[in-house]
């Protein structure tokens, strides 16, 4: 095992799940991973979450954070800033194949969905008084790693070599740079030599101004078309998707296409990560 330098290069934070999301100068980690996280979700009226897998659209929907509050803004609509959690009807949703406890936040952010995306939706907030949503401990072992309405895990690393090595292959093909919003992160790495060198990262410790927050990196990020939807238009292509599946099929992961490593935490909750901070990654070969 050996260590490398590493920096903080940005930091996401997704609102609401398969949304735009925000990238802060710093973001306080909570349990669930950085706050506010996935904390909202957009579901079918008989509460089955939807994504850009399903609706592409939903890319064009922006997020910011107003306090301990949310505002939507998409093309042509006015604002929507939604009631607050306290205010939401008890509902349960299913995310994958999870089912949790929610709020269901009003008639009116459903009409504002519909009128975004063009069917009837709900938008809800995670319930955080109800038993914790887990990671699978088949990747976590004895950590416990609580989730909100994530895919499964807390937080996602991905690296600027990564996305750099994936640009210049598209470049020999002819094809325009993607950002690195199209992957979702939480946290993205400066310092790493090799192209996807967080597939080697076993923890990755910062030391912030209320002591260190340790990352336990454990599962390869198995992409799906979300990739491919264009951030600016909302439409479906087939790129990134084509060019990663023909270098990134991962044997871990039964030939699955990866890109970033899904991570847990093992200390820290309620410090604070910053763009820029330099932190430390423990290699295991």
Known sequence: MSDLT?????????????CAGVSPAQALLSPTGLQHDRRWMIVTPDGQFVTQRQLPRMALIRTALEGDGLRLDAPGLPSLRPAPHAAGRPCRVTVWKDEVAARDL?????????QALGQSLRLVAFEPEQPPRLSSRDWTGDLQAPNHFSDGFPVLVTSTAGLQALNRRLAERGIAPVGMERFRPNLVLD???????????????????EGPVVLKLVKPCVRCTIPSVDPRTGEQGTEPGDTLSSYRADSRMGGGITFGMNAVIVEGVGRTLAVGMPGEASLAF
């Open 6 to 18: 590493v920096r903080i290069a940005s930091l996401y934070v997704h609102p609401v799940k398969s």
């Open 106 to 114: 009003g008639d009116e952010a459903a009409a504002w969905l519909a």
């Open 191 to 209: 310092g790493l030599e090799d192209a996807n060198g967080e597939d080697f990262i076993d923890e990755l410790r910062f030391e912030t101004a």
